[in-house]
């Protein structure tokens, strides 16, 4: 049986003429690591914000474990949250930043100063509990807002892109440190990211959001994949997107009346306008695979670990890597193919979605 | 180029040139001439300067009592404006909304009347034959000869009302740079909203109400235009003092001294104070 730790039910929130969240319903399952995945403004942050408290949702249920917290003020919820702007007090030392939700709960003293150094250990600032906030650097306050959080033990950790302000190598390695530390402490995450790899690093679990909607749910894998909709395709990675009808049962026909065939259930649920999705790394260049396109090349750019080819075939232009140098040229007539298990299929009006 | 150098180097001294200018004309002449003149003795208009220290001796015993009354009127004043200015700044700085610079235009609006006139009108207010004393009287809160002029509680409300501005400005300031996000991170960390306010809000703003209080006590303490027009001489401030020795009594030497020992009282009273709330804690910025 999976244990919900966060569910909520078509919760809609409605600023003045925005709507934020739309009607939004997700089950979240214990001790999983959560990304919210979506571009700026997509109502990642108040879909947060309503779970911590800090925003009503104007329709629908929010349940913590099997307790409605709808109307509950904060600090009245088993969350606890990593700000976006870390929010540490600059009036405390690390320490006292760190033991503020312990003390609020009334901790008992001895017990207090073992779990904050424990948790500062955790998160690899040891022996820095005297400083000021002001005295650390961006990357070690970072670790004090998480600290901060995952010290009271909360049902679930709500974490607002808490590595955008981190510089790249910084924002990689500490990636890798919260999925150690989720994984070593096995709270449920929510992380929110508009970067899709980032996403794709750290989560187990990724809800792809999109204009206060959730567009896809799934694993990494599941959503690189089989993305269902051509705005997961082109969120998560590159791809491409060939426009036709279904045909058959595993049968798609391009708009130049060729036919391509997918793999067996891909075509389940769709009918009429649909396009058939393959990733560049999957397309290869020479005949054997079961669908071909035939084409030009009109770009060639070698980046190192791959090639990245730009044909024009009569249903567009596709693009293609293939591993290290390749050795075609602009200009050359080829033949691509790719296997069905390869491709996948979004729906078209989903697409043309204003 | 060294010698680019070297003028760039001189320019942030040229630019302070003019302040410490100012200050060695309007501070640290008076004062070096003030310390002089305490330490002199003689008959207006010939004060010789010979080491008269007795001019403090006489000065305190003299005067202890106008000391003493000095303490703790403009202590009562400036507890009473912290009280009411620190829920008005708060209420501004976090609900005045678009309406913040009117409001404090509005906590400001006296300023634009001259100090004294001011006084002058709640001389008026306060007078025996004014509506408030009448319907006081009328209702039986004061005595059918109660009066409200003359009395220490219309001298410290006097005080309280003009050096309000004082407390309320740096008051603001303060709450208005508390980072709303902080509330919200102590909400989340399980404090209430009261818990949060005195954990985050109230000490973050510390620094304002030491500003507060000293703009509002300082002034307060040498204060004598609030005991003169809503006083009588057994309200007298020290300030009323030391304007009656140089200006009638024309005692000079003890007027400087009289005006030494306040400064001095009131240095130690701040640095006693800034002890009290700790220096760290006012230097921590908001940031
Ligand atoms: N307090 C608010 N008042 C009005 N509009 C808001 C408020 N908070 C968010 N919004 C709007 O709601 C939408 C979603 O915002 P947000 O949840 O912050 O997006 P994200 O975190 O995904 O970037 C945006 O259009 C934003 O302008
Ligand atoms: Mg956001």
Known sequence: ?354 | MRLLHRQKGAIPYMLLAPGMAWLLVFFVVPMWYLAKMSLSSGLFPLFNFGWAWGNFHDAISLYKPQFVRSGQYAAIATAIALVVSYPLAYWIAFRGGRWKNLFLLLVIAPFFVTYLIRTLAWQTILSDNGVIVKTLQHVGILGSDGRLLATSAAVIAGITYNFLPFMVLPLYVSLEQVDQRLIEAAEDLYASKPRAFMRVTLPLSLPGVFAGVLLTFIPAAGDFINAQLLGTPRQYMIGNVIQSEFLAVRDYPTAAALSFVLMAAILVLVLVFARILGTERLTVSHV
């Open chain 1, 1 to 354: 049986m999976t244990v919900h730790d966060v569910r909520l039910e078509n919760v809609t929130k409605q600023f003045a003429e925005v709507t934020a969240v739309d009607d939004m319903s997700l089950d979240v399952e214990s001790g999983k690591f959560y990304a919210f995945l979506g571009p700026s403004g997509c109502g990642k942050t108040t879909t947060l914000r309503m779970i911590g408290g800090f925003e009503e949702p104007t329709e629908g249920t929010i349940y913590l474990g099997d307790r409605t917290v709808t109307g509950l003020p904060p600090y009245k919820r088993d969350v606890n949250t990593v700000f976006q702007s870390y929010a540490l007090f600059p009036h405390l030392t690390v320490f006292e930043n760190v033991a503020f939700g312990l003390r609020r709960r009334g901790v008992k003293k001895q017990l207090l100063r073992g779990q904050v150094d424990e948790m500062l250990r955790i998160v690899g600032l040891e022996g820095y509990g005297g400083r000021r906030p002001k005295q650390l650097s961006g990357g070690q306050q970072q670790r004090v807002a998480l600290a901060r959080a995952l010290v009271n033990r909360p049902r679930v950790l709500l974490l607002d892109e808490p590595l955008g302000a981190l510089d790249l190598k910084l924002r990689k390695e500490m990636q890798l440190e919260l999925k150690r530390i989720q994984h070593e402490m096995g709270f449920t995450f929510i992380h929110v990211t508009h970067d899709q790899e980032e996403a794709m690093t750290m989560a187990d679990r990724i809800v792809v959001m999109n204009r206060g909607r959730i567009e896809q749910l799934g694993d990494p894998a599941e959503l690189y994949e089989r993305p269902r909709t051509a705005f997961v395709a082109s969120f998560l990675g590159v791809s491409n997107l060939l426009p036709g009808v279904v045909a058959g049962p595993e049968l798609v026909r391009l708009e130049s009346g060729q036919e391509l065939r997918v793999a067996a259930g891909v075509l389940n649920g769709h009918t009429g306008a649909v396009s058939v999705g393959i990733r560049p790394e999957k397309v290869r260049i020479g005949g054997d695979g079961a669908n071909r396109l035939a084409g030009q090349i009109v770009e060639r750019a070698y980046v190192g670990v791959s090639t990245q080819y730009v044909v024009k075939t009569d249903v567009g232009q596709v693009s293609v890597y293939v591993q290290g140098a390749g050795a075609h040229v602009p200009g050359e007539q080829l033949q691509l193919s790719f296997d069905p298990e390869s491709a996948f299929v979004v729906s078209r009006s989903e697409e043309d979605r204003p």
